[in-house]
């Protein structure tokens, strides 16, 4: 009598962690996103804790999760792990503003983002 399973949006060997309202531009979230797409887990893994981007922080947390994912729920092999999709999109713009001479407004504003990171098992080739 309950309800029907939802089915997955991902194929199964695939996880994926999405990561909503980061507090900076996607502009400059995707070039960090940029960064990853396509490597292996532990070589992006690598990459985003020596990158210099204040963002690296946050974008290596979610796919810390999406490993996670792949390994609890979906039973995947870390060690096979790619990142096979990372995409940023926009979300909400905080608008303020600062006073500016001879009465004027200047505008201010204050953009959030999202990032979807999918991560997929290959498998290996002799």
Not at 1 to 27: C, F, H, I, Y
């Amino acid at each position: 009598m309950g309800k029907e399973k939802n089915p997955r949006r991902v194929a199964d060997n695939e996880a994926m962690a999405k990561l909503r309202m980061l507090r900076t531009s996607p502009q400059k979230l995707n070039l960090v996103a940029a960064l990853i797409r396509g490597k292996k887990v532990d070589k992006a893994l690598t990459d985003l804790t020596f990158s210099k981007k204040r963002i690296a922080v946050d974008v290596k947390k979610c796919l810390q999760s999406a490993i996670a994912n792949a390994e609890n729920n979906h039973g995947l092999d870390v060690d096979e792990l790619i990142v096979a999709e990372a995409y940023v999109g926009k979300n909400l713009i905080m608008k303020r503003g600062r006073p500016r001479a001879r009465g004027r407004f200047g505008k201010i504003h204050k953009p959030f983002s999202e990032l979807t990171i999918k991560v997929r098992q290959i498998e290996e080739q002799a």
